[in-house]
């Protein structure tokens, strides 16, 4: 009888910590949920959207990823 209450304490302590309510305290704030294996699955940051606070997904663009970044050069202006 005393082995089921202590499973569930356990299993409890072990759970990650939950993400925190986006708000004006921790605005600017970076989340990353990671994977069993440890890898970033998803990047978050708590941003200010129109009247309220939200979670906010962090995206690339795949050609920033490269060593060098493509820049591109303005083109002539055409008139």
Not at 14 to 34: F, L, M, S
């Amino acid at each position: 009888m005393l082995l089921i209450p202590v499973l569930a304490v356990v299993q409890l302590g072990a759970e990650d910590a939950k993400k925190p309510p986006c708000t004006e305290a921790n605005q600017g704030h970076v989340w990353i949920e990671r994977s069993e294996q440890g890898k970033a699955v998803r990047t978050e940051v708590c941003s200010l959207e129109v009247w309220r606070y939200r979670w906010r997904q962090v995206t690339v663009h795949a050609s920033e990823l490269g060593k060098k970044r493509k820049v591109e050069k303005p083109g002539p202006v055409e008139r």
